[in-house]
């Protein structure tokens, strides 16, 4: 598995997560949906992801997305 499906499934399970979460459980679970979309944003604008970085660590290879 390369670093952008892990990144992609890891911002959609938040995503999916907290806006469950905020319809169920408290409205404010819906800041951790704002934020991962900013992370997402600023991903798509920079090219730097926090995630890639803690994931080449532990030794998964990535594609041309993020290099």
């Known amino acids: 598995m390369n670093i952008e499906?892990?990144?992609l499934?890891?911002?959609g399970t938040m995503v999916l997560a907290s806006s469950i979460l905020?319809?169920?459980h408290t409205p404010?679970?819906?800041y951790l949906t704002?934020?991962?979309g900013a992370n997402l944003l600023f991903s798509g604008i920079?090219?730097?992801?926090p995630m890639?970085?803690?994931l080449k660590k532990?030794?998964?290879s990535h594609g041309c997305a993020f290099k």
């Open 5 to 7: 499906k892990i990144v």
């Open 9 to 11: 499934m890891a911002a």
């Open 22 to 24: 905020s319809v169920y």
């Open 28 to 30: 404010e679970w819906i």
């Open 34 to 36: 704002g934020f991962v």
């Open 46 to 49: 920079t090219g730097f992801c």
């Open 52 to 54: 890639v970085k803690i």
């Open 58 to 60: 532990f030794g998964f």
